[in-house]
């Protein structure tokens, strides 16, 4: 029985794994910067999984501890770059405002 977990628990690791390398593609090809936040959260929800996956087939307690730290900074990373997407859309309309007044400048 204990075969079967540890075979289970690394084809779990390895599905995390090719999901991982999906979202990484999804986050380079991204046409919008919202996709490329929400791939790189993704990310990061899954490598937190495998972490845990991985205390529970190596039976290293301390996986556990390195998880939780990660996973503090990865919401301290989305938090900033969810800010920094606001901010960027708020900015936005100015500019484009300021685009259009100078088309409107040379047309005339």
Do not use: W
Not at 5 to 30: K, N, P, S
């Amino acid at each position: 029985m204990e075969q079967f977990l540890d075979f289970f628990l690394m084809g779990c690791c390895a599905v995390l794994g090719i999901t991982i390398i999906f979202c990484m593609i999804r986050a380079i090809r991204g046409p919008r910067f919202a996709d490329r936040v929400m791939s790189i959260n993704s990310i990061g929800t899954m490598i937190i999984a495998m972490m845990a996956i991985l205390s529970v087939a190596l039976d290293a307690d301390y996986l556990i501890d390195i998880s939780i730290a990660y996973a503090l900074l990865s919401f301290i990373a989305v938090v900033v770059l969810t800010r920094l997407m606001m901010l960027r859309h708020k900015n936005q309309p100015k500019e484009d405002e300021a685009k259009q007044s100078e088309t409107e400048a040379h047309n005339t």
